[in-house]
């Protein structure tokens, strides 16, 4: 029996075919991410870790490395 493919999700502010954004999965209890420019290279962390960006990223930590 093969496993099933991992689906990715691409954030609905990506815009435009989706290509060149930020991926995520949950798979195996574990956080994947990638960029779908090279979807060969994937960052694994714990959902703890993601919702500890995720409230950095809401609070307006990283908004200095937009601009």
Sequence with gaps: MS???IKWQKSSFSGGG???CVELT???G???MRESEDPTVVLTTSRE???AFLAGAKAGEFDHLLS
Excluded: M, R, V, Y
């Design 3 to 5: 496993a099933s493919p």
């Design 18 to 20: 989706g290509e060149n």
């Design 26 to 28: 949950q798979h195996d």
């Design 30 to 32: 574990e956080i994947k």
């Design 49 to 51: 870790n993601l919702a």
